[in-house]
């Protein structure tokens, strides 16, 4: 730990500052909740049953037929666990955005505004839910398993766009939390809305596009571009049609269409704290 | 007259906007307020929290900065720390423009807000202490002394372990402001300190704030609605009401132009008709006990000999005039000059 108190306002400095900023202070909420270790496990262990609750759905829809929308159980659980991992890293890194509003309402916002760290990073990390790891667990162990059980060729390209996927789709998500949580400025009751948006994309994206209607997945490829988390890259892994006629190099602008999602988040965000009045005392 | 308030009597601070620690140049706050007025339409207006304040203070200072609920207190001090970008005129803390460098300024003020607590509600206190230390870059050894010193005079060596939900209010007050202290801040601000606070808790809250003031030459601004906070600790109070500054000066000043009055409750030993003396009035007679005003600038000892020589005295107190009396009576004073 360098004693460098310059602290800069350019860019790359603040995001450093908010990095550490976030792993001090996520870092404390970890040892606070490592104290109870057995009480940590059990919560973990819940956690990861509760969410593979969804996934035991679809197993019972699959009891009853052979393929939902011309995709198999395996190539499903490809989608779902590509969903799932993504957003479950989201939801533990940044799902405490959610209380944001609840802090500008009781004014304990504030405080967050005197210390000397990026505001985000504290809001994000407040509260660090471990628990929450149980989703990446799940979404993991469903991933693992339909990597060996579909039935693709494996190239290299495809294989790449595995991790591609996770972290583009996690990135994405996290957009959605942030503009979610900027939104909160706004309209301090945002928060289910911002549910709306993330929970519910996770879930519609555990299902084949093919099962929705054109105007739903034009929706969610060009203006909510939730399509990248895992719909339009997978359907390219498995060789599946996507329902919308777009070339084969679109597949691989996930990281792309990441990127511009992260830059806008970043506008809304400095917008809404800009815009922020504090309470009355 | 009106002017006059402000400039005629101003005191420490009538050196202009140069040079100061903290200085305010015509700084303004107008808030948008929408109201519903049906089921879809609003009504916008303007409200001026705080309407054009000028003041300067020097390193080192303490001042109180008083004013009835409402008045554009906390939003002067939310202003100053970064969490409000003014509407309008100059503001500067240590050379630092708040709202535009906040981060960069958090490093070099300290924060208590007395209606809510910086440090984490969940965690023992020795956590939030220990995440300060790293958030603000306090080098170790100064991070070490600065809490050693800390413990020992707010009195929190048994209270580290303590989750901050558990703590008392008193308790949590005095955590907070070691919190606020930890990062050698040079200015110091505090959001009504007392509030809520028993007599001793109050008492020991200010007695450290003067040492600090005078031992580490910290600069303090202190809004509260306590006059006896300001009388204990501050040469210079700035009175604020509706957004503008109304006085400026030291605190006798103020009693002077208020023209506010004292008040000596007596108990007498049987009731009796309301008690004839110079200089003193009845205003309140309740059974034996009786209600005097006198002028806020005259002494009570001649008053009260006078009483105890005339009548049969059981006991009595002398109330210090609120701040509220004393603005409105500032208030009554120009609508009739």
């Not at chain 2, 001090?77 to 981060?103: C, H, Q």
């Not at chain 2, 005259?298 to 210090?320: C, G, H, K, N, T």
Request: glycine share 10%; hydrophobic share 45%.
């Amino acid at each position: 730990m360098g004693e460098t108190t310059k602290v800069g306002s350019t860019a790359g400095s603040r995001v450093t500052d908010g990095l550490r900023a976030y792993l001090l202070i996520a870092g404390m909420w970890i040892r606070a909740g490592m104290t109870y270790r057995t009480s940590f496990v059990v919560t973990v262990f819940g956690n990861l049953l509760l969410s593979g609750l969804d996934f035991v759905g679809i197993l019972l829809m699959f009891s009853q037929v052979d393929s939902l929308g011309g995709w198999t159980l395996p190539e499903v659980a490809f989608l779902y666990g590509l969903s799932v991992t993504a957003f479950g890293i989201t939801d533990l890194l940044l799902g405490s955005s959610e209380v944001l509003g609840t802090r500008i309402r009781d004014g304990s916002f504030d405080t967050l505004l005197v210390r000397p760290v990026p505001v985000l990073a504290q809001v994000a990390a407040d509260q660090f839910p471990l628990r929450r790891f149980g989703r990446v667990i799940q979404g993991a162990l469903v991933l693992g398993w339909a990597l060996f059980a579909v039935d693709v060729d494996w190239t290299a390209p495809k294989a790449l766009l595995v991790p591609v996927m996770l972290v583009s789709g996690a990135v994405i998500f996290g957009a959605i939390f942030v503009a979610g949580a900027a939104f909160q400025f706004l309209a301090q009751d945002a928060a289910q809305v911002q549910n709306a948006f993330t929970y519910g994309g996770t879930t519609l994206l555990q299902y084949p596009p093919t099962l929705f209607g054109k105007d739903l997945v034009r929706g969610v490829t060009f203006v909510l571009p939730l399509a990248f988390v895992n719909w339009l890259p997978a359907s390219y892994v498995l060789g599946r049609p996507y329902p919308l006629d777009l070339p084969t190099w679109v597949t691989y602008l996930s990281p792309l269409a990441a990127g511009v999602c992260c830059a806008l988040a970043g506008v809304l965000w400095r917008t809404g704290l800009r815009s922020y009045r504090s309470t009355g005392s | 007259m009106a002017d006059g308030v402000t400039d005629g009597v101003t005191g420490v601070g009538a050196g202009g906007v140069t040079g100061g620690f903290i200085e305010l140049d015509r700084v303004e706050k107008v808030f948008d307020v929408r109201k519903k007025t049906g089921f879809l339409r609003r009504e916008r207006h303007q409200v001026r929290a705080v309407d054009s304040i000028s003041f300067s203070v020097a390193r080192g200072e303490m001042v109180g900065y008083i004013g009835p609920n409402g008045a554009g207190k906390s939003t002067t001090i939310k202003m100053l720390t970064g969490i409000l970008t003014p509407s309008g005129g100059r503001l500067r803390v240590a050379g630092i423009d708040p709202s535009r460098e906040r981060t960069r300024l958090a490093h070099r003020i300290g924060v208590v807000f007395g209606q809510r607590t910086t440090l984490w509600w969940d965690l023992p206190l020795i956590d939030s202490y220990k995440l300060m230390h790293r958030m603000y870059r306090i080098p170790d050894g100064r991070y070490r002394e600065n809490l050693d010193r800390l413990v020992e005079l707010l009195d929190l060596g048994a209270l580290l372990d303590v989750p901050v939900r558990q703590l008392s209010l008193g308790q949590r007050m005095r955590g907070d402001i070691a919190a606020a202290l930890l990062h050698d801040p040079e200015v110091l601000y505090l959001d009504e300190p007392t509030i809520g606070l028993d007599v001793v808790s109050k008492a020991n809250v200010r007695e450290f704030l003067r040492e600090v003031n005078t031992e580490r030459g910290t600069t303090v601004l202190l809004t509260t609605h306590d006059l006896q906070d300001i009388e204990q600790l501050c040469s210079r109070v700035m009175v604020i009401d509706h957004g503008r500054m109304m006085y400026d000066g030291p605190l006798t000043g103020l009693h002077e132009i208020g023209d506010s009055e004292r008040t000596l409750v007596v108990d007498l030993e049987r009731e009796l008709p309301p008690i004839e003396v110079e200089s003193a009035r009845v205003v309140k007679v309740e059974g034996p006990r009786q209600w005097l005003a006198f002028p806020a600038s005259a002494s009570a000892a001649p008053l009260v000999a006078r009483i105890a020589a005339e009548y049969p005295l059981v006991d009595l107190s002398v109330r210090e005039p609120d701040i509220e009396a004393v603005i409105s009576r500032m208030y009554a004073e120009k609508a009739t000059s």
